[in-house]
């Protein structure tokens, strides 16, 4: 069992960014945090979870360092009888909201892992991507977090953005491995709709030879690749639950949660989930759906997909790749090691 905890606040929206996400809505913090509680307390029982048995927890958003660790506190008052010791608890955090006193009054909630949005360390494009923070503001958040005790870091990069080049993405890493991480995921740049850069598509680059190089450059520097967007000598447990369908409660305007074959949609606006947050839409998966969802999860990661959930025509086709050396076969388990084909292979398997 995982749980998501969503954080809607954000200091300014990316021009990028698709989440549910409110740069205005700063005034509801305190009534939204009473409300997200009692949504969780009502998701353990809902989930029937068992004491010892949350083994990750990934505050996430939006933008969880603009909400203070005091109001973090019931949640993690709530939650605590739940969780496993030694519990992987991860928070995203921006450089610019990341003080060292939040970094401090999250470690000692028990926090043990920070996400860093670092995204790029190249002033003009943090600017041209509408971030919020400087190089400098990210680096000095990442070495403080260390020196508090955080001993897993992780900051997120992004690459495909118009302009980027060779040498400029080998400076962003370059940069990123002089700093104490243990973890970086790579995002190529995607245009979603409702976003701003949905009206200006051309800002994203097609360009396959810069994603090769962004994962061979990461990998020369010692992080292997264990999933398309993620590269590290530590791997995410709750990145993991993901890709291996576990359950996984969400709590927050905007969470997803799921259950065997069922996902809850909590609502998304602020003030109406304020008001109702037990208002939840639910959403029944089909067989076909789960094993299709299993298969791209499984065949983009280091998780694989076990033989035993394929059909026979499904099988026969994946030890056809298997003979073509697109697929290896291991312990009655079939893994990818080019994760930027998956999608092709999953469809083949798929017919």
Same mark, same amino acid.
């Given at each position: 069992?995982?749980?998501?905890?969503?954080?809607?606040?954000c200091d300014s929206k990316c021009y990028y960014c698709s989440?549910?996400?409110?740069v205005d809505k700063f005034d509801t913090r305190k009534d939204?945090?009473?409300?997200?509680?009692?949504?969780?307390?009502?998701?353990?029982?809902?989930?029937?979870?068992?004491?010892?048995?949350?083994?990750?927890?990934? @505050?996430?958003?939006?933008?969880?360092?603009?909400?203070?660790?005091?109001?973090?506190?019931?949640?993690?008052?709530?939650?605590?009888?739940?969780?496993?010791?030694?519990?992987?608890?991860?928070?995203?955090?921006?450089?610019?909201?990341?003080?060292?006193?939040?970094?401090?009054?999250?470690?000692?909630?028990? #926090?043990?892992?920070?996400?860093?949005?670092?995204?790029?360390?190249?002033?003009?494009?943090?600017?041209?991507?509408?971030?919020?923070?400087?190089?400098?503001?990210?680096?000095?958040?990442?070495?403080?977090?260390? *020196?508090?005790? $955080?001993?897993?870091?992780?900051?997120?990069?992004?690459?495909?953005?118009?302009?980027?080049?060779?040498?400029?993405?080998?400076?962003?890493?370059?940069?990123?491995?002089?700093?104490?991480?243990n973890h970086i995921s790579a995002y190529e740049l995607t245009?979603?709709?409702? =976003?701003?850069?949905?009206? =200006?598509? *051309?800002?994203?680059?097609?360009?396959?030879?810069?994603?090769?190089? #962004?994962?061979?450059? @990461?990998?020369?520097?010692?992080?292997?690749?264990?999933?398309?967007?993620? $590269?590290? =000598?530590?791997?995410?447990?709750?990145?993991?639950?993901?890709?291996?369908?576990?359950?996984?409660?969400? #709590?927050?305007?905007?969470?997803?949660? $799921?259950?065997?074959?069922?996902?809850?949609?909590? =609502?998304?606006?602020?003030?109406?989930?304020?008001?109702?947050?037990?208002?939840?839409?639910?959403?029944?998966?089909?067989?076909?759906?789960?094993?299709?969802?299993?298969? $791209?999860?499984?065949?983009?990661?280091? @998780?694989?997909?076990?033989?035993?959930?394929?059909?026979?025509?499904?099988?026969?086709?994946?030890?056809?790749?298997?003979? *073509?050396?697109?697929?290896?076969?291991?312990?009655?388990?079939?893994?990818?090691?080019?994760?930027?084909?998956?999608?092709?292979?999953?469809?083949?398997?798929?017919?």
């Amino acid at each position: 069992m995982l749980l998501y905890i969503h954080i809607p606040y954000c200091d300014s929206k990316c021009y990028y960014c698709s989440f549910n996400s409110y740069v205005d809505k700063f005034d509801t913090r305190k009534d939204y945090m009473l409300a997200l509680e009692k949504q969780l307390n009502f998701e353990l029982k809902r989930f029937k979870v068992q004491p010892h048995t949350i083994e990750t927890i990934f @505050i996430g958003g939006g933008t969880p360092s603009t909400i203070d660790p005091t109001l973090y506190e019931p949640i993690f008052k709530a939650i605590s009888p739940y969780l496993k010791k030694d519990a992987e608890i991860t928070s995203e955090a921006n450089p610019n909201s990341a003080t060292k006193e939040w970094l401090k009054g999250m470690f000692n909630l028990g #926090v043990n892992r920070i996400s860093f949005g670092v995204q790029s360390f190249n002033r003009d494009k943090l600017k041209n991507l509408n971030r919020a923070h400087s190089s400098k503001q990210a680096i000095d958040a990442i070495k403080i977090a260390h *020196k508090i005790g $955080f001993k897993n870091l992780s900051l997120d990069l992004i690459y495909n953005y118009q302009g980027d080049t060779k040498e400029l993405l080998k400076d962003d890493i370059t940069k990123a491995f002089q700093l104490p991480i243990n973890h970086i995921s790579a995002y190529e740049l995607t245009i979603e709709s409702g =976003t701003k850069f949905a009206s =200006t598509p *051309k800002v994203r680059q097609e360009s396959d030879e810069l994603a090769f190089f #962004v994962t061979e450059e @990461i990998e020369r520097h010692g992080f292997k690749q264990y999933e398309i967007s993620n $590269f590290g =000598t530590y791997e995410s447990i709750h990145n993991r639950g993901y890709w291996e369908l576990k359950d996984y409660i969400g #709590v927050g305007a905007g969470a997803v949660g $799921f259950l065997q074959d069922t996902r809850y949609y909590p =609502t998304r606006e602020i003030d109406l989930y304020i008001k109702e947050p037990l208002n939840i839409h639910k959403e029944r998966l089909i067989e076909e759906e789960l094993l299709t969802e299993r298969l $791209f999860l499984g065949l983009r990661s280091n @998780i694989g997909v076990d033989e035993k959930v394929l059909t026979r025509a499904m099988k026969k086709r994946a030890d056809f790749l298997v003979e *073509k050396e697109k697929l290896e076969y291991n312990s009655n388990c079939y893994y990818n090691h080019n994760y930027f084909i998956a999608d092709e292979l999953v469809l083949y398997i798929l017919d």
